[in-house]
Nanobody, 126 residues
Framework: QVQLVESGGGLVQSGGSLKLSCAAS????????MGWIRQAPGKERDFVAA????????YYADSVAGRFTVSRDSAKTTFYLHMNGLKPEDTAIYYC???????????????????WGQGTQVTVSS
């Protein structure tokens, strides 16, 4: 089992910034990557960003590339999503998720992840 706990969501004005955190614990020895997935009201979950467990590679959705940055601490226990230049269309519940898949193609869909956090709400006002 892997436990994931997100924090850092909130209400911010358009153009503002937020940093989301995801604390990982439990059986993490088979982790290949950690991802951030978001779900807007009435929509399906969408890939946002992912980082390999080693931290050597990162992946971003086109809609957030250049504005968001995914990172992790050196102990590999906490993962972050730094969000700059937020837009109203970024409003969603943001989930961190755990993946054991080593092929990067698996990171871009919800099915590539086996453990999920409870989510944290991000609301961007215009």
């Amino acid at each position: 089992q892997v436990q994931l706990v997100e924090s850092g969501g909130g209400l911010v004005q358009s153009g503002g910034s937020l940093k989301l955190s995801c604390a990982a614990s439990g059986r993490t020895e088979n982790t290949a990557a950690m991802g951030w997935i978001r779900q807007a009201p009435g929509k399906e979950r969408d890939f946002v960003a992912a980082i390999t467990w080693s931290g050597s590679r990162t992946y971003y959705a086109d809609s957030v590339a250049g504005r968001f940055t995914v990172s992790r601490d050196s102990a590999k226990t906490t993962f972050y999503l730094h969000m700059n230049g937020l837009k109203p269309e970024d409003t969603a519940i943001y989930y961190c998720a755990h993946s054991r898949a080593y092929l990067a193609g698996h990171y871009f869909g919800s099915t590539g992840y086996d453990y999920w956090g409870q989510g944290t709400q991000v609301t961007v006002s215009s």
